[in-house]
């Protein structure tokens, strides 16, 4: 069968489902919608609160699903010393950045639920890795850890608003807005300075690392020790060079903790992939177990179709109205049987992109 038909986010979706399996990922479906109640208790935990609704027959009010994780976790089982291992491919529906109209978005993506330690998060980094990879050999995967962040954060102040807004500069590596913050709630000016630091933490592993013995005090240690343990597995994987630390990757801190982590793509302005360790929002809906998983959002890579297709067609095959149907039909197998992709016009469409023409 010719790849070339298919699209971009088509493909992945192929390969995607083909590497989880290989890691004891099971395939999970679910409904296309929940009820509306469960996502307005967790309404923080979404990109947006802005959900479409409907009523049941018998008068409930549902909801399309805005969230793949938040079904998986409702839907789960603790059981002690076992780990649920998913993967999905499903469409949910939120509101478009660029529109601002409901879309339908495709996503693919995997849930380690349950007893998680250091081997498990080092699985899902690699499997986010090699996600990126499988879709194109220019990727670089990004990772923070929260655990250092809040115990640093803490250390300067512990008012919530404080943390709130800081989250947001560090995250926008905003060095100016952040030292007014820190002034503005009479931080000092030594842990001001290891703050406004966090800021520029980012790039190889190695060199992050040692930046962060050198800023970070013994709170940090247990979540310092786990990093360094973790860079270690990385360096394992092939092209470990794509694998960096930076603590401007900062996720929802009331849902998740320890490693977060986005991926992207060139060519591709957004992150296509985004996850985490969320063992808050399971502590939250009353589970018992740990959890980390990731999305790849598929619809980004319309974007890679459009950027990497440089042309529609091999061929592009032109003919009059007086010519012989059969000629036409022979020409037309013949570039097929040769591999050629074949569009037969009588004129040049005026959007085609094609290599080269043929006039019979």
Do not use: W
Not at 51 to 74: C, R
Not at 80 to 93: D, F, M, R, S
Not at 143 to 172: E, M, P, W
Not at 341 to 356: D, E, F, H
């Amino acid at each position: 069968m010719d790849e070339r038909i298919f699209k971009h986010e088509e493909k992945a979706i192929f390969s995607l489902r083909s590497l989880y399996r290989k890691y004891g990922y099971l395939p999970y479906k679910m409904s296309k919608f929940e009820e509306y109640e469960y996502y307005i208790r967790n309404k923080d935990f979404l990109i947006s609160d802005r959900i479409i609704t409907f009523n049941d027959t018998n008068g409930k009010l549902l909801a399309l699903k805005p969230d793949v994780t938040l079904s998986i976790v409702k839907n789960g089982e603790d059981h002690p010393g076992c780990k649920q291992k998913v993967y999905y491919n499903e469409n949910i529906y939120r509101i478009s950045e660029t529109t601002g109209q409901y879309k339908e978005i495709m996503q693919a993506g995997v849930e380690c639920i349950g007893d998680i330690g250091m081997y498990d998060i080092f699985e899902v980094l690699s499997l986010a890795a090699q996600s990126l990879a499988l879709i194109s050999e220019d990727y670089i995967l990004q990772i923070s850890h929260l655990g250092i962040l809040s115990a640093v954060l803490n250390d300067a102040c512990t008012d919530r608003n404080f943390t709130q807004k800081a989250i947001r500069y560090i995250s926008g590596k905003n060095v100016h807005d952040l030292s007014r913050l820190c002034a503005e709630y009479s931080v000092s000016a030594d842990k001001a300075q290891m703050l406004t630091a966090f800021t520029q933490t980012y790039g190889k592993r190695d060199l992050v690392i040692a930046k962060l013995e050198a800023l970070c005090g013994g709170s940090a240690d247990a979540a310092l020790l786990e990093l360094k343990t973790l860079s270690a597995l990385l360096d394992t994987l092939p092209h470990p060079e794509r694998i960096v630390f930076d603590f401007s990757v900062v996720n929802n801190m009331s849902y998740y903790n320890g490693i977060v982590f986005t991926g992207f793509l060139k060519g591709i302005s957004d992150g296509v992939l985004a996850g985490g360790q969320y063992d808050k929002l399971m502590q939250k809906l009353q589970r018992n177990s740990g959890a980390i998983g990731f999305a790849v959002y598929l619809d980004l890579l319309e974007q890679l179709s459009v950027s990497s297709a440089a042309y529609d067609v091999d061929v592009l095959l032109l003919y009059s109205e007086n010519t012989d149907p059969e000629l036409v039909c022979e020409n037309v197998q013949r570039l097929i049987a040769e591999g050629k992709t074949v569009s037969a016009q009588k004129s040049i469409p005026c959007k085609l992109r094609y290599k080269t023409v043929l006039e019979i």
